[in-house]
């Protein structure tokens, strides 16, 4: 049976969960932060805080970034498996993607209560 | 032992393959999922400044109205728009419905198309405006 240590869950069935689970909470943000910013004409400092210092809006947002973490995971594992086949670039790259989204969440999350 | 694994065909030979349109929208996804991965990082960027204080989200409002930064958010949102409907599409087939080769046509053609008019909207709402 073929392994792989690096994708999320060591389970395919559970990893295919995951990216349809966090795919839907993504989709839900993004299309929230388009509405936001197309209908709200003039977006001023004290409206951006205002919108992230809304309780609702960081658990959402916090929601979205775990989601984030974990669809990019498995996407990227995917793609990475297919395609880079020489282990030694592939751990690589594996590496460099965690310090990524490490870098991304850590960045996100303390933009967002640092308020 | 009979091997029913998929395989998977080296990337530099993909030119030499017939390539049917659902495979063009199956490589746009990873494509545009991969353009995401580094987009997102743009975006994280443009947020943490932006809440940082009322001088820096200034700045990132006067960055955002160059064309630089105009090129780098009309790719992050062309590919956030696509990834998006073709991601619907995953959804919407993991279900069972449009299992087929016709069903698989049809709902490629519709993620290129429904995609290319969103993308056409955004570009529009980029560069000239609301």
Known sequence: MLRHSTNLSRNGLTDWLLQRGSALLLAAYTVFIFVYLLFVKEVTYAHWVALFSDTWVRLFTMLTLFSLVAHAWVGMWTVLTDYVKPLGIRVLLTVFLFLLLFSYFFVAVSAIWGL | ?130
């Not at chain 2, 659902?22 to 809440?51: D, E, N, Q, T, V």
């Not at chain 2, 299992?99 to 969103?118: H, Q, Y």
């Open chain 2, 1 to 130: 032992m009979k091997d029913n694994r998929p395989t998977n065909i080296d990337l530099a030979s993909i030119s030499g393959y017939y390539f049917p349109i659902p495979a063009l929208a199956s490589i746009l996804h990873r494509a545009s999922g991969i353009a995401l991965l580094f987009g997102m990082g743009f975006l994280i960027w443009a947020l943490s400044k932006s809440l940082h204080s009322e001088q820096q989200f200034n700045e990132v409002a006067l960055f955002f109205a160059t064309p630089l930064a105009k090129i780098i958010l009309w790719i992050v949102v062309s590919s956030v728009i696509y990834h998006f409907v073709a991601g619907l599409k995953h959804l919407v087939m993991d279900t069972g419905i449009g299992e087929t080769l016709v069903g698989a046509r049809i709902f490629a053609w519709g993620v290129l198309i429904l995609s290319f008019i969103l993308i056409a909207v955004a570009t529009y709402i980029i560069f000239v405006g609301v």
